[in-house]
């Protein structure tokens, strides 16, 4: 037998015939069963009696939506609501299905009514149910719940990601997206990044974890945060959307407006400053990044506010400071993790340890154990504190800390970008800030496969909204062409 190559596989892939709804549902049948033979039943698990539900009814509603992805079926209680509440609605069932959960169940119904379990099936009833999964699994019995709507409901019996992909590739338009499935943030991730238009909404708002945590609140209010989202909730639903012009009202009062009250409601951390001796690490192959084009444009232009999205240890924002006296840097950043392994390992790889070439092997290690015992944001602002008059440090995450600057009428005049090379970051500060420079740092950082993805980014950016590119090195500036 010929091998298919597997650039003609990819040609089948995104063939026509692998397009489309109707190929979608020849390619995932249901199953063959005797759909007869057990009454469909109605499991409401998780959250008991659908607390908040009418959020994502009335999210459905109000947006038209046509088409909506399901993550999480389990029994299809949940698919059938979002059925029930408009006759033309399709749901894109994405489940895995695999064996049966029936011990799932019996554990479930342990539960308090009114808590987490099954709060309005009897014992008999749940006896029953656990039966039926036993002994047709998972997935024929949901089929049979759902029976009555095969004309809607496509089940699709993936790992969400690899399912969110394939529907992308069969060019199916998806205007919401349910996340119920383990709660986790990649599910997320893949759905805003593959369909950036769909609603996003799921449950489990105040489920706790083991340990008491609100893990998926956390999730989502992170995922927010980064993707410029705005969250709403009802009891154990929510529901992201891109943000209103009204969702800034509350900010938008004096007491909440100016640099004065800025620093008010971003203090600097109380701790020892004198414990730890500050230092100054760029990683910026020890001042071998082109930033001294960054510098000129501080002087040339007399910047007096600047906004550092992407701070670190604060050794670019130490450098602005220096190199201009009268200068105020917002430092963005939520200096949310621990990264005294990434320093470590970052010291001794061949590229990346030239911006340790100013340290002791000794210092390395110093620095490094106090990063593990203090974190980031301790040791970033003990880093800083000789600049504590003209260094704000907003513990946020960009875009949604530039929402929150510009809300709070913080005139800014320049953004510097150093974080996670995201297009998003840049569309975002140029759309609230259009007459700041914007400029930034990786202009040659490559990616995995060698792509220099932030100068990707920045030129295509360049050229869709008629800016000039200068770059030195890592560092890039925008510059609009003198008219
Ligand atoms: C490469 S470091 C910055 C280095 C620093 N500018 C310097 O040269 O010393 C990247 C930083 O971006 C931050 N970051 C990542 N995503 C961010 C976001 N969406 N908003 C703000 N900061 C972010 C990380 O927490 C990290 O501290």
Redesign the pocket.
Known sequence: MTRVSAKRRMQYRYSAVNQGMRNLLRDNPWPDFDYGSIEPFVLPLGSSRAAGIDLILAAIADHNVVTMVEIGVFVGGRSRRWLDSQEDLVVIGVDMWDYDWDDYVAEAAKFPTGSWGISDLSDTEIKEIGGHLRQHGNFRVCMNNLDAYRDRFFPVRRIASEALTNLKDRHIAVDLIYVDGFRRSTDLEKAHELFPDAILCGENWQWPDSEGRLAMQEIVKTFAA?NGLEVETSEQVWVLRKPTAKADLNLTTAANQGLTNLRRDNPWPEFDHGTIKPFH????GNGQ?GREIIEKILIDKDIKTMV??????????RQWLKCKKDLLVIG??????N?ADYLADASKDPVQSRSFSAFTETEVAEIVTNIRDHG?FQVALNNMREFQDRFVPVR????E?LVYLKARQIDVELIYI???K?SL?LEKAYELYPDAILCG?DWLWPDANGKLVMQDIVKAFAAAHGFEVESKRQSWVLHKPAA
């Open positions: 980064v690490l760029s990683l910026d990044a550092e999205v992407g701070v670190f240890l604060g050794g670019s924002a963005v950043d939520p200096w949310n993790h990264w980031n946020r995450f960009s875009p800390a150093d974080a996670f995201r970051d740092d």
